[in-house]
């Protein structure tokens, strides 16, 4: 009985792995949007614009957490906005493994710098109220 040895993942199995993830992410995002513009004119397509009174943005999209509970809502504008939240992690998501890539090949100059961008980036999408 052979024992396969351990393969180490080097750049190009990391570039092909974030490579997938961006792709099918952007597919997931956008079928997301796609069923939620849907949903959206079905509850709201015949409703006549009012543009004598400006109204903001409802306060249940203007959080993270507001916007995955928002999902709930029948009316598609939570799917939507859903959507784009999955759109916008995406590149969160290939901060975070890189990060990883850059602990694998122990390069600590760039782990801490990716590390300072991916809590920004984190600090952008949690730290509003």
């Keep these: 009985m052979s024992i396969k040895k351990y393969v180490k993942w080097g750049d190009p199995d990391m570039e092909l792995l ?3 993830i961006m792709r099918y992410g952007i597919v997931i995002a956008s079928v997301i949007v796609i069923i939620g513009c849907i949903t959206f004119l079905e509850a709201h397509g ?4 009012q543009y004598s009174h400006f109204t903001g ?3 249940e999209f203007t959080n993270v957490w507001r916007i995955i509970s928002s999902l709930s809502s029948t009316s598609g504008r939570g799917l ?3 959507g784009l939240l999955v759109l916008i992690a995406i590149p969160v998501l290939r901060v975070a493994f890189s990060i990883g890539s850059f602990i694998a090949e122990k390069d600590k100059t760039y782990v801490i710098i990716t590390s300072l961008v991916f809590i920004l980036l984190l600090f952008s999408l949690f730290g509003q109220q």
């Design 18 to 20: 974030l490579s997938r």
């Design 46 to 49: 015949k409703d006549v614009p």
């Design 57 to 59: 943005e409802p306060p």
């Design 80 to 82: 939507i906005e859903f």
